[in-house]
């Protein structure tokens, strides 16, 4: 899909930019040996290596790899307390 991409960005002059784009794997529990050849893995896009993540922060919410959202719990949290401190 990043080839069809690529594709569709010279075709249209266009260029996506790599430092912005984060690749993650999302698997269930029973696939997760595979997370550590997907990690081996080197994912481009417009011929540049975009940077592998385990948790992302997307429109305001934690999106993490593990399909759990205890991180996003945490830092919600965190941002109240600090809220709350601040009033």
Do not use: T
């Amino acid at each position: 899909m990043l080839a069809v991409c690529d594709e569709y960005a010279l075709e249209y002059c266009m260029s996506f930019n790599a430092q912005k784009s984060k690749c993650m794997s999302l698997l269930p529990n029973s696939w997760r040996f595979l997370a550590s050849q997907l990690d081996s893995c080197g994912f481009s896009i417009g011929s540049r290596p975009m940077e592998l993540v385990n948790s992302y922060l997307h429109l305001g919410h934690m999106i993490s790899n593990k399909l759990e959202d205890d991180d996003d719990i945490a830092r919600s949290q965190g941002q109240f307390i600090g809220q709350v401190n601040n009033f």
